[in-house]
Antibody, heavy 119, light 109 residues
Framework: QVHLVESGGGVVKPGGSLRLSCAAS????????MSWIRQAPGEGLEWVSW????????LYADSVKGRFTISRDNAKSSLYLQMDSLSAEDTAIYYC????????????WGQGTPVTVSS | QSVLTQPPSASGTPGQRVTISCSGG????????VNWYQQLPGAAPKLLIY???QRPSGVPDRFSASKSGTSASLAISGLQSEDEGDYYC??????????FGGGTKLTVL
């Protein structure tokens, strides 16, 4: 069965950095697009970033462009999000989610990892 | 302020039918498919409906959805207590990003 497990969240000071990871199992990771989606406390869902199967195409939300970097390692079935210049507005639960090449977007989600930016 | 507009709340009694609307624009819903996600309390979101009205395997046929123009709607019939949670619509936008609705909190009275 499809399994996505995020890790790397925690508490960081404003201006700091954090690297999130998402370990995938139960499917051929290299055949799927992947995304990061976040949810601020008590708020709705916000798409953050998307990466193609070969990493040739990468997209970012305007709110994180220039500060966050998405990457993947197909050999390790892992997805990453490097987050720099963090601010309080980045405080959220960060989910990784899978999208099929010709299938639905965000058909499986991980359980999320919390990120808190606070001094 | 979300790009897609949903009512903040909806409610119904067990067995009732409830609908949740999602309004967008020509650059998102008007041009692309709509997905719906269910987020039960304390859980991660789960795909409920894809490509406007398709149900993934395992999703009961009590859940249905449709799209017309720049709007979409989700209908839940035979409402059950376990349906209580948050529901989000989402679509690809021509501005090269995915957009979500603000979410609708469904309460089963």
């Amino acid at each position: 069965q499809v399994h996505l497990v995020e890790s790397g969240g925690g508490v960081v000071k404003p201006g700091g950095s954090l690297r999130l990871s998402c370990a995938a199992s139960g499917f051929t990771f290299s055949n799927y697009y992947m995304s990061w989606i976040r949810q601020a406390p008590g708020e709705g869902l916000e798409w953050v970033s998307w990466i193609s199967t070969s990493s040739s195409t990468i997209l970012y939300a305007d709110s994180v462009k220039g500060r966050f970097t998405i990457s993947r390692d197909n050999a390790k079935s892992s997805l990453y999000l490097q987050m720099d210049s963090l601010s309080a507005e980045d405080t959220a639960i960060y989910y990784c989610a899978r999208s099929g090449l010709s299938g639905p977007d965000f058909d499986y989600w991980g359980q999320g990892t919390p990120v808190t930016v606070s001094s | 302020q979300s790009v897609l507009t949903q009512p903040p709340s909806a409610s119904g009694t067990p067995g009732q039918r409830v609908t949740i609307s999602c309004s967008g624009g020509s650059s998102n819903i008007g041009s692309h498919a709509v997905n719906w996600y269910q987020q039960l309390p304390g859980a991660a979101p789960k795909l409920l409906i894809y490509v406007n009205h398709q149900r993934p395997s395992g999703v009961p046929d009590r859940f249905s959805a449709s799209k017309s123009g720049t709007s979409a709607s989700l209908a839940i019939s035979g409402l059950q207590s376990e349906d209580e949670g948050d529901y989000y619509c989402a679509a690809w936008d021509e501005a090269l990003n995915w957009v979500f609705g603000g979410g609708t909190k469904l309460t089963v009275l």
